[in-house]
């Protein structure tokens, strides 16, 4: 069976680094309860934050592409480099996991779903969702589970 999209990768990060990942995004919430003049830019900041799913695929665009450079100049290793890359991709894409995850989520390199935790948190800090109220917040929060 197929992993759900949004947890294939932290179900195959290690639970330590997905611990770490969250106990950061929980000390910056944290950190702009305190100073709330900061929100707007960290909002910025996490607009610019390039996910996993984005940091893997340039990186695979990048070493493909150079795959077939090498390729081309006659280098048989470099179509093997286009192949093995592009099989990683795939299988990132199926299972959630491919060789240099580990690596980039040590980096603290988050998903799309973390990252966009902590922008919901700092809107709701800024009191973007005042309006909705405490019974709307709970009715949106059960339908997103």
Not at 109 to 126: D, F, N, P
Request: charged share 30%; hydrophobic share 45%; net charge positive.
């Amino acid at each position: 069976m197929l992993p759900s999209t949004v947890r294939r990768v932290p179900d195959h990060t290690d639970p330590a680094i997905n611990r770490r990942i969250r106990s950061r995004i929980v000390r910056r919430v944290m950190y702009f309860a305190l100073h709330p003049e900061g929100i707007d830019e960290r909002l910025r900041e996490l607009d610019r934050e390039w996910d996993i799913e984005r940091t893997l695929e340039a990186n695979a665009a990048l070493l493909g592409l150079a795959g077939v450079a090498l390729g081309s100049a006659g280098l048989r290793g470099g179509l093997r480099l286009s192949a093995l890359v592009t099989g990683f991709l795939l299988q990132h894409a199926v299972q959630g996991w491919c060789p240099p995850m580990p690596l980039l989520r040590r980096l603290g390199i988050r998903t799309a779903r973390e990252i966009e935790i902590e922008r919901v948190a700092l809107k709701a800090l800024r009191g973007d969702f005042d309006e909705i109220g405490a019974d709307g917040i709970r009715a949106v929060s059960a339908a997103a589970r």
